[in-house]
């Protein structure tokens, strides 16, 4: 079987982009990798794989050293490998490693991803090795598996198929018998030279042209001869290596007949994707063009335009992303670029014009009826336009058709949208909601992800409705959406569930009190006093409840049930408030079981420790490992610890089981320290109920004893949370683990309330920034400034900073440029079992030692 794929890419956001594409196609086993390293621990024992997509972002060799790795691995020595091109990537297509079956630029993903695929698929078996016979699949022109009629299907342009040893014609493509007024049967029946002769160039020449340079020529046609020139390439047909041949003509496109032919078809055609390509293509060869690009601008959605078609006749080359192209950003900002000829002296400020070497260019706004821009059309060639005068109206035309494709588009999607959104507040409505929620249960099943959902209601709104009218209650309504709104992150979701009813989804949950403080911050920021526009100033409230799944239902009713009950709860404790659901009896009667249960979890081996790598932010090489304890409850299943600690505690099981895995942790961190010998920190957390027991430092100092580990190595983190008062024995525990050697570190900073009190008495050595806070960057400017101080006030008390949930990009650099020392978190690696962290060990010291062996002696 060879169903599986396999994702490599460093960054984050693109690995999320692919996996998406190919989970909405719907593919069953999906590994999402960030390295190879990674791909190692995810494919153990699995099954040879149907298909690899390897983000590329370094240069030639090393493209080459990641395919090489991957093909070392069992399950990919086979399969097929499409390579994406991140945006600035240093590596062009033709520098791309032998294995790769096809590639793309990271900007095509979404459109591009599946029918790459497909047409991979259609030319090979699965599993059989693929052997490149031809250049890897350019975007501008797909090779069908070395096939040359690949430069017939998508590129539509004036091509010639020669035989080299016969020198002979042996197919042309529709364009180019159109252009040159000669039929298939007639050219293929003449010898190359007599349909093409090269000024300066024997065809021998031509032909061993590895360059693909544009060579200068006359071509015979029906009218005689066009002038223009040509460039060639290699291609496979059948086995037989056999010359593709371009050919555009200086003239191409300016005949006023060509220009309303032109229009004649660009109107006729269709506004779906196909009518999008076959436009732009046909602009592209009757107008004489070698670049044409359509984007489509949405700046309340997104600053960056999203790209409609984008056509490149020339060589393979990797286009400016569309941030860095400052023409398109003149454009979008509604104005006209008319550079017929002298194209050239925008090249410093606009690297697409620079390294295309356009010398012809125009840049149109895409706009509808009310003059609002809409999107842009670019479009330039290396010569100067040979008749401006036909070719700009024609362009202008042309920019009328795509606008009013875009608008269309954008009016259908908005149908779509229709009696999904709220009128009133642009929220998703009750119906949206659901449909919503059922999605994010079936993926939280798939991905074992924890969420809450609240229900927010306003307390008197009817009041204010029945006193000051509808108008007052529209403008309370709307007001309260945009708390709510920056009460969340992007990713959460807020409905309109019913008039004064607001429900919300906040998603990847860790902890509760992440949630609660959520729930706080609404709360609060409800409380703030509405000014109404010429109106009076009015105070409004919310009651909250609070629901989690999969703790408190499995399935969207039961969840909204909950968490409206717990709303009312809230409501009848005195409103404006917040309330998590309440256990029932049966779940009382269930968590009874799971305790009873957990007293012989250790003792039946169901208890794991888990390691998750931390990670230096300088260097990003791994220093220290946290140890997090899984429960693998025979009939349940995977338990997180974050149910079942609060149990354990409830219990004072807690204290058994955290000398357990104190144990387990530094036994195996020996052992790692033995055969690696890294020096690699192990932080082991400890409940605030093992914190108040007496004898907490003869336990870790024996289990020291035990396991050989140096002290220096074990770091314990004491979650902020304990309320020093609160907790006897807690400061004397602290000293006397410090004072035998280990490090202690604050966990969850910054979600207590005595945080500089805790740090200026505690003996800690770190401090972890919670990973609530890290969530936030790049969204909540409060939490960013919390994260910056947090780093700042660390350093000035000489205190060493981890953050947790580092989980994109974003975050990584937010935190490196703000000086945080160490990293934790999804973008590096998730939490492991002890086998594979092993592996994830091993293969770091030899990849080092391979790196190593390499260097000069
Ligand atoms: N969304 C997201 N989460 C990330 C990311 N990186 C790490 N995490 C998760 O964040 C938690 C970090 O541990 P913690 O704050 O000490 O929070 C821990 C800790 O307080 C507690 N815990 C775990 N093991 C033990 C233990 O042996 N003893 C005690 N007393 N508590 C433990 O349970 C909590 C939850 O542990 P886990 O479920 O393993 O959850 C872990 C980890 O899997 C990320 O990028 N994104």
Redesign the pocket.
């Known amino acids: 079987m060879t169903t599986g794929i396999l994702l490599v890419a460093s960054q984050r956001e693109l690995r999320r982009e692919l996996f998406d594409v190919l989970d909405r196609e719907g593919h069953p086993t999906i590994h999402s990798a960030r390295d190879t390293t990674h791909a190692a621990i995810l494919l153990e024992g699995r099954e040879p794989l149907a298909l690899i997509v390897v983000a590329m972002d370094g240069d030639g060799r090393s493209s080459l050293t990641l395919c090489e790795q991957l093909r070392l691995l069992p399950p990919c020595s086979d399969a097929p490998i499409i390579a994406v091109l991140v945006d600035d990537t240093t590596i062009k297509p033709t520098q791309l490693p032998p294995m790769i079956a096809s590639w793309l630029y990271a900007s095509q993903v979404a459109a591009e991803l599946i029918p790459r695929w497909k047409q991979l698929q259609g030319e090979v078996p699965a599993v059989a090795p693929v052997k490149p016979v031809a250049p890897p699949v350019a975007p501008v022109l797909p090779s069908s598996g070395g096939d040359y009629r690949f430069v017939f299907e998508e590129g539509e342009g004036d091509w010639l198929i020669v035989d080299p040893v016969t020198e002979r014609v042996v197919e042309a493509s529709p364009a180019y018998t159109r252009h040159s007024g000669l039929a298939n049967s007639v050219l293929t029946s003449l010898a190359l030279r007599e349909v093409l002769s090269f000024e300066s160039a024997g065809l021998e020449k031509v032909f061993g042209d590895a360059d693909r340079r544009w060579l200068a020529c006359q071509r015979k046609s029906i009218r005689g001869h066009d002038t223009g020139e040509a460039s060639t390439r290699r291609v496979n047909h059948a086995g037989r290596a056999l010359i593709a041949l371009q050919f555009r003509s200086d003239r191409a496109g300016v005949r006023p007949a060509v220009a309303l032919g032109l229009l004649a078809r660009l109107f006729s055609g269709g506004h779906d994707d196909a009518g999008v390509m076959e436009a732009a293509q046909l602009l592209l060869d009757e107008m004489g063009l070698d670049y044409l690009a359509v984007w489509s601008a949405r700046p309340e959605e997104s600053s960056v335009p999203a790209q409609v078609i984008q056509r490149w006749r020339g060589d393979d080359h990797l286009l400016p992303g569309p941030q860095l192209q400052s023409s398109l950003r003149l454009v979008l900002g509604g104005r006209a670029l008319m550079h017929p000829h002298d194209a050239r002296r925008l090249a410093d400020v606009d690297p697409l014009i620079g390294q295309l070497g356009l010398r012809g260019f125009v840049g149109l706004p895409l706009l509808d009826e009310r003059r609002n821009v809409l999107g842009a059309l670019l479009a330039g060639s290396c010569n100067p336009f040979g008749n401006s005068e036909i070719v700009a109206p024609v362009l202008h035309c042309a920019a009328a058709h795509f606008a009013h494709t875009l608008e269309l588009r954008r009016t259908r999607e908005q149908g779509r949208a229709e009696g999904l959104l709220d009128a009133l507040t642009g929220l998703p409505n009750r119906l949206l909601f659901n449909d919503r929620l059922d999605t994010i249960i079936r993926e939280a099943n798939r991905t074992g992800e924890t969420f809450a959902v609240l229900f927010v209601d306003l307390d008197r709104f009817k009041f204010i409705n029945d006193t000051l009218g509808h108008a007052v209650g529209d403008q309370v309504l709307v007001a309260v959406t945009q708390r709510l709104r920056s009460s969340v992150r992007a990713s959460d979701t807020v409905a309109r569930y019913a008039g004064d009813e607001f429900t919300i989804v906040l998603r990847?949950i860790?902890?509760t009190d992440d949630v609660l403080r959520v729930a706080e911050k609404i709360v609060q920021l409800m409380d703030v006093p509405l000014h109404l526009d010429d109106g009076p100033e009015l105070q409004v409230t919310a009651s909250i409840g609070v629901s989690f799944f999969p703790e408190d239902a499995p399935d969207a009713e039961t969840l909204l049930k909950h968490a409206d009950e717990a709303m009312y709860a809230a409501k009848s404790m005195g409103r404006n408030n917040y309330r998590v659901y309440d256990v029932s009896p049966a779940q009382e009667q269930q968590n009874a079981a799971l305790k009873a249960r957990l007293r012989h979890a250790e003792g039946n081996g169901e208890l794991r420790?888990?390691y998750?790598p931390q990670i230096n932010a300088g260097t990003e090489d791994i220093v220290g490992m946290?140890?997090?304890?899984?429960w693998e409850h025979p009939e349940l299943g995977n338990i997180?610890?974050?149910f079942f600690?609060p149990l354990a505690e409830e219990t004072g099981l807690?204290v058994s089981?955290?000398e357990w895995?104190l144990r387990n942790a530094c036994k195996q961190a020996k052992a790692w320290e033995d055969r690696f010998g890294l020096g690699l920190r192990i932080g082991?957390?400890?409940?605030a109920v093992?914190l108040m027991q007496p004898d907490l430092s003869e336990v870790v100092a024996t289990v020291l004893q035990e396991t050989g580990l140096d002290p220096n190595q074990l770091e314990l983190?004491v979650?902020e949370s304990i309320s020093i008062k609160a907790a006897p024995n807690l400061m004397e525990n602290m000293q006397k683990l410090h004072r035998l050697g280990c490090h202690i570190a604050i966990?969850?900073f910054g979600t207590g309330a005595a945080s500089l009190d805790y740090l200026r008495k505690l003996p800690a050595d770190r401090i972890?920034i919670?990973?609530s806070f890290v969530?936030n960057i790049g969204v909540d400017p409060d939490d960013e400034a919390i994260v910056r101080a947090t780093i700042e006030m660390a350093h000035r008390l000489k205190r060493g900073v981890v953050a947790?949930?580092?989980?994109i990009e974003q975050h990584l650099q937010f935190l490196r440029a703000n000086h945080c020392d160490e990293l934790?978190?999804?973008?590096f690696c998730?939490?492991l079992p002890q086998a594979s962290f092993e592996r994830l060990l091993a293969e770091r010291e030899r990849l080092l030692s391979g790196a190593l062996e390499k260097l000069p002696a």
Do not use: C
């Open positions: 990847h860790v902890k420790v888990f998750q946290e140890a997090l304890l899984r997180g610890p974050g600690i807690i089981i955290g895995v082991v957390n400890l409940s093992q983190e979650t966990d969850d972890k919670d990973q969530r947790e949930g580092v989980e934790q978190g999804y973008l998730r939490p």
